[in-house]
């Protein structure tokens, strides 16, 4: 089988979930947190549906990206 993306074979130890790519305890914790804050503000109509969706995707975008290229800095956010 081999990756759709680059032809390498998957077995290789680069694709797929390793733990390189997975978001530590804290990364998680800290965005499930943030997503929380945001659905009080659109609750207290704050913030409107789609500007929670927007936030809470790009949130969620920090803990897909490949987390060995870049450190996490909730400064960021």
Do not use: W
Not at 23 to 47: C, F, H, S
């Amino acid at each position: 089988m081999f990756c759709i993306n680059c032809g390498a074979p998957v077995e290789e130890p680069s694709h797929g979930d390793n733990e390189a790519n997975r978001p530590t305890a804290l990364q998680t914790e800290y965005v499930l947190d943030e997503i929380r804050k945001l659905e009080a503000l659109r609750e207290d109509g704050v913030v409107t549906e789609k500007e929670f969706q927007e936030q809470r995707r790009n949130l969620i975008g920090t803990l897909t990206a490949d987390q060995s290229k870049k450190r996490f800095d909730p400064r960021r956010l």
